[in-house]
């Protein structure tokens, strides 16, 4: 277990990201945290054919970073405090997600931020 740990912390933040996804779809689960799950659960309770619940935590993913990739990769490193290499490492592996469990007005301001440089992102 001490080596799988020695491991991962030797790994981009990019790979990580990657090893978590690739986990969740073999394993048929997700890493998110159980408190949103027990949010979501009384939402549902008297309109069993209406509305789904409001979504409240947001997952930032870009999808394409543009004519100016220099400016998306600089504009990373300030939103995320990732290194040169890990933003850039983000970038070229486009579509891929830059921020997961957001509130809207964060996920938003990331996504005009990004958007303001060049890049395409999406809100999930």
Known sequence: MAEFVDWVETISVLE????VKALEDRLGVTAA???AVAVAAPA???DEGGAAAEQ????????AAGGSKIQVIKEL???TGLGLKEAKELVDGAPSTVKAGVSKEDAES???KLEGVGATVELK
């Open 16 to 19: 990580l990201s990657q090893l």
């Open 44 to 46: 549902g309770g008297g």
């Open 77 to 79: 490193r300030g939103l």
């Open 110 to 112: 990331w996504k005009e």
């Open 33 to 35: 945290a159980p408190a």
């Open 56 to 63: 409240t935590e947001f997952e930032v993913v870009l999808t």
